[in-house]
């Protein structure tokens, strides 16, 4: 026998919890903050994604895919691959002026509050951290072939770094700082990869 129609946007729930688990944290968004939120009731919700948990995996893969996506259009669109690095790093001072942008990342907020206790929710992080460095990858590879960067260096390691940095930047912003110390530290990022012998 076949279950009641779901009479609700179901990616449209999900993104108001991914948004609403990004603002507040796994442990402190309760079942009944999802619920209002979401405009749905509790079965609907069982029915739907089974649990919390379950829920929150789907949206850390869908905050990865959103993620993949606008950094594969930016690098896609950008003049050259430097600049697109560049304006990667320089474009975290943007949520300085935004509260939402205050949030800091998805992925990085669920790695400090997770750790590696775990392991579902540590391989969605994993692979979101992952999906970054590639395409951090394929930007440095190009600019090194440009001769923007040097091919001293491997390519895999300055794509590990621009992780760390675009991180911590956000980490940063997350705790307050202004957007000039933003775009200060990520210009002399930017001039540190170029520099390196």
Not at 53 to 80: K, W
């Amino acid at each position: 026998m076949l279950g009641r129609p779901r009479k609700f946007d179901e990616n449209g729930a999900r993104e108001v919890a991914m948004q609403l688990f990004w603002a507040k944290g796994y442990e402190a968004t309760s079942l009944s903050n999802l619920l209002a939120a979401m405009g749905i009731s509790k079965s609907s919700f069982y029915q739907t994604f089974e649990s919390k948990h379950t829920l929150f995996e789907q949206c850390l893969n869908q905050y990865r895919d959103i993620l993949v996506s606008t950094m594969s259009e930016g690098l896609a669109n950008a003049p050259t691959p430097m600049m697109f690095i560049k304006h990667a790093l320089v474009d975290v001072a943007n949520d300085t002026n935004d509260p939402l942008g205050r949030r800091g990342c998805l992925m990085m907020n669920t790695a400090s509050e997770f750790s590696q206790r775990d392991s579902n929710i540590a391989r969605c992080v994993e692979a979101g951290i992952q999906a970054t460095k590639d395409i951090f990858l394929q930007a440095v590879k190009a600019a090194q072939a440009d001769g923007d960067i040097s091919s001293n260096t491997r390519a895999d390691i300055l794509a590990d770094y621009l992780v760390t940095v675009v991180s911590g930047l956000k980490s940063q912003v997350k705790a307050g700082a202004s957007r000039k110390q933003i775009i200060n530290t990520a210009e002399f990022s930017v001039r540190t990869l170029q520099e390196m012998a």
